[in-house]
């Protein structure tokens, strides 16, 4: 495997770049549109109210379509969510990525998770939620989410339970978080299906973490969690742009097309489950 830093090369230059192409084949392939719109975030643990971005595509056709609200990590939207949306639009499903920082005025926050906490994502993505289910071509009935890193850790937030009654909206009703900081403090899910993927390998979200917050919840609800462990797969697994690898701050942050291959394949059959 072949490494490169991340600010030796000039990464942000071929994600805008990869973004454009994957835009332009977003929006001329089989979905009817790809529009920016905006909705306000549920007013869940004393929070204001804000008002957030997101990317909202469909598939061909009236509907109504199941649909998948897409949280990007802690860089911000990147090419590898243009490209999940796309794939989600193809499996039949409406999308909108939640941009989360840029009407916070923020560009990243790897350094300083908290800057946007994954409570607050949470409530952005609630927000969605609430957005898509007032649209003529949504299931309101069939809604789920996918987080990548910091959006992974938000979506564990997602599916607590308590946040469906603050927020006065009904829960998800699929989750799928890719390789999270998996918390364990205080966090409990509900019976909201959880599908946790994960790298042995990832040396910035260590998938351990992710055992001890597994263990760490009722027995009840430890059945609706599944954790999907790829050996020597690092974190990002499934970004196409993190080839060849780079480092972040001493983190490996890498490609790697067998495992990507195989979660594709999960969250496919997963979402297929718990939304058709």
């Avoid at 909201?192 to 919840?217: K, M, S």
């Avoid at 990002?236 to 983190?251: C, T």
């Amino acid at each position: 495997m072949s490494y490169t830093n991340l600010h030796e090369r000039p990464f942000k230059y071929r994600v805008i770049i990869l973004i454009c192409f994957l835009f332009f084949v977003v929006t001329t392939s089989r979905q009817v549109s790809a529009e920016w719109i905006t909705f306000n975030t549920a007013p869940v643990n004393d929070e204001d109210s804000t008002i957030i971005r997101g990317l909202i595509s469909k598939p061909v056709g009236d509907g109504p379509f199941a649909a998948v609200i897409i949280a990007h990590g802690c860089f911000g939207v990147e090419a590898n969510q243009h490209s999940w949306a796309q794939r989600l639009n193809d499996w039949g499903y409406v999308t909108i990525i939640v941009d989360s920082f840029t009407p916070r005025d923020v560009n990243t926050v790897c350094e300083s998770p908290q800057q946007v906490s994954p409570q607050t994502r949470a409530c952005d993505v609630y927000g969605a939620a609430a957005y898509l289910r007032k649209q003529p071509f949504v299931n309101p009935n069939k809604i789920a989410m996918i987080g990548f890193s910091h959006g992974g850790w938000a979506a564990l937030y997602v599916t607590q339970d308590y946040l469906p009654e603050q927020a006065k909206e009904e829960p998800i009703q699929a989750v799928v978080s890719y390789y999270p900081w998996c918390e364990n403090k205080n966090l409990k899910t509900t019976t909201t299906p959880l599908l946790i993927l994960a790298g042995a390998a990832d040396d910035w979200t260590p998938v351990e973490r992710c055992y001890n917050y597994i263990n760490a919840q009722d027995s009840g609800y430890q059945q609706n969690i599944t954790l999907k462990v790829y050996d020597q797969a690092y974190h990002g697994f499934d970004d196409l742009s993190m080839d060849p690898a780079v480092i972040y701050d001493g983190y490996t942050i890498a490609y790697d097309l067998n495992a990507a291959t195989n979660s594709i394949k999960e969250i496919k059959e997963f979402l297929t489950r718990y939304l058709e």
